[in-house]
Every structure is written in C-alpha cells, then in structure tokens.
C-alpha cells in the first residue's frame, strides 16, 4: 500500500511535483495559500485541506515547497502547523531552499515530537519540476533517506543523500553560488561581445561547443538573446538564496568574494523592480550599465 502525501506549496515548482506523484498514483493531499492553485490540483485528483495541519492528519509523509525560511517555520512550527497534529511515525520533507540552521532547528523541535525530517531542496527550475528531472539533494539519516526514495524519485532524476540534517541545504547554497556565477559570466560574454558588433547567437553557438558551454546557457541561452524572461526561478528567490549563502558564509568565517559581487548584482535586480523575472535577467543590469541589449539580430 502506497504511503499518503501531503503537499503544502502550489507554485512554479509544486505544482509540477506533486502533479507526478498524482500521476504516480499516490493518494495526495494538497494546500496552499492561493486557491486556484488548490482547485488545480483537486482536478487533478487531490484532497484539499485547510490548514498545514490538517495536511498532517491526513498523511503519512507530508512534503512543503515555499519561498523562504520563515514559511518553513510556520508551515512546521507556526500555530496551526504540523506540530500540531505531530505523531510519532509522521515524516515531514521539506523540498524548499532555505537556511541550514533552519532546517536543522525544525528538525530538532519536530524531532521531540516523534516527526523524522528530511531537508531536500532541489536544482532544475521550472523545467526540471515539469520534466521530473530535478536534482534532489538531501540531509538526514540514511534509514530515512532509503525509505523515502522512491518518492523522490517520481519527482527527480538524480538524488543525492549530502549528510546529516541541513547539509542537503548547505549543497544547495554552493549550487545557487555556481548557477549565479554561470549567469554572470553568460550576462558579461553576451554583452560585451554583442557591444563589440558580434550577434548573440553565434556567441551562444560557439560557447556551446566548447568549454564554457553550461546548462544554464543550454536551458536560458536562446531565452536570453530573444529577450525572453519569463520565470522558471524568480529573480527574488535567487536573491534571498545569496542572503542564505552570504550569511551562512560569515558564520563560518567563509570569505566569498565572487559571490558577493553576485550578491550586489541581484541587489540591482530587486532595486530596478526585476524581482518577478527569470534569474537569467541579471543579464540587465549588465546592459544597463554598458548601454545596449544583448539580442539576436534574426
């Protein structure tokens, strides 16, 4: 008998995860603070609930995907959260990007409960949440991790158990460090070459089959230079994951110089009112600054 899943978080991401667990045949039970998003999936075959808490009476496993580390909190510890309705045997996975001491805090309070945690947030955007194909990185116990795989295997392609609890968020911040750093360094290539008279799509073409091809230019590249910018990840989250990552650094006496310039650049982007766009639209802040638009000629 297959286990029953909560899901609390509808958005660009959810939707499509708990979409494949539907279609996977789990009996899944949904919730979000936007009720479309809900009435969505209750077409789809999901239960409604009201309240996070409801959401873990009704579940064995209850899965979240929200914006930030305050929404985990309320979601797992908040007044009507899922402490409320804590059982022991109920396992609680939380697949947002968040801090590493939050998760490892709400671990530890869900914990004296008898609620097993997990901390699995994921790379691949919009794309790899649609495609089933997102990369899961995950922190806690084995036992767990082993136990739970098969669900996360219907929603990525490649899981990965990182360590203890929080070190699934800890491998996300170094992965929103290098994705930040792909765009930033596609953004200068496009720009500087497009100001030197070159066409954008032969930079992307010639990139592309060589070293410094990546999958950010692979998935965005085309997206870029047409001017596209619609959000797979939006600006904003991928602002406040470089607050997450500068913060964890200074708490471990990290220095990150490269990533604090992404930092600066993204701070740009929350100022010029870009939030809403894709990540990808760093690029702007860069043409901004040399005065012209990296876009195909075609």
């Known amino acids: 008998m297959k286990l029953k899943i909560g899901f609390i978080g509808l958005g660009i991401m959810g939707h499509h995860m708990s ?36 959401i873990a009476q009704v579940s064995d496993v209850v899965i979240s995907m929200v914006p930030d580390s305050p929404d985990v909190e309320k979601v797992a510890l908040g ?9 022991k045997g109920l396992i609680y996975i939380d697949m947002s990007t968040i801090a590493p001491k939050t998760s490892i805090k709400v671990a530890e ?26 990369s899961i990185m995950v922190g806690g116990s084995k036992e767990l991790f082993d136990q739970m795989l098969p ?35 596609m953004a200068e290539a496009l720009v500087l070459g497009t100001k030197a008279g070159v066409d954008p799509a032969i930079i992307i073409k010639v ?3 060589g070293y410094a091809q990546t999958r950010v230019m692979e998935v ?17 989250f991928h ?7 500068m913060d964890t650094a200074r708490a471990l006496n990290v220095p990150l110089p490269a990533t604090a310039v ?21 690029i702007n802040i860069i043409e901004d600054l040399a005065k012209i638009q990296a876009r195909t000629k075609e």
């Open 19 to 54: 979409g494949h667990l539907l279609e996977a045949g789990f009996e899944v039970a949904v919730y979000d603070i936007v009720k479309p998003a809900v009435e969505e999936m209750v077409s789809k075959g999901a239960k409604a609930c009201a309240s996070c808490k409801e």
């Open 79 to 87: 007044e009507g959260g899922l402490i409320e309705a804590a059982r």
């Open 109 to 134: 309070e869900l914990g004296k409960k008898g609620i097993s945690c997990l901390d699995a947030p994921v790379s691949g955007g919009e794309t790899g949440a649609k495609n089933a194909a997102l």
């Open 151 to 185: 669900i996360f295997e219907v929603m990525g392609k490649t899981v990965t158990l990182c360590g203890a609890n929080g070190a699934g968020q800890t491998v996300k911040a170094c992965n929103q460090i290098q994705v930040a750093m792909n765009f930033i360094g």
């Open 207 to 209: 990139l592309s089959g």
């Open 220 to 236: 965005r590249g085309p997206k870029i230079i047409k001017g596209e910018f619609e959000p797979g990840f939006k600006s904003r």
């Open 239 to 245: 602002y406040k994951d470089l607050n997450i990552i």
């Open 262 to 282: 992404a930092h600066e650049l993204f701070s740009a982007m929350m100022a010029s009112g870009r939030g809403e766009l894709d990540h990808s639209a760093v």
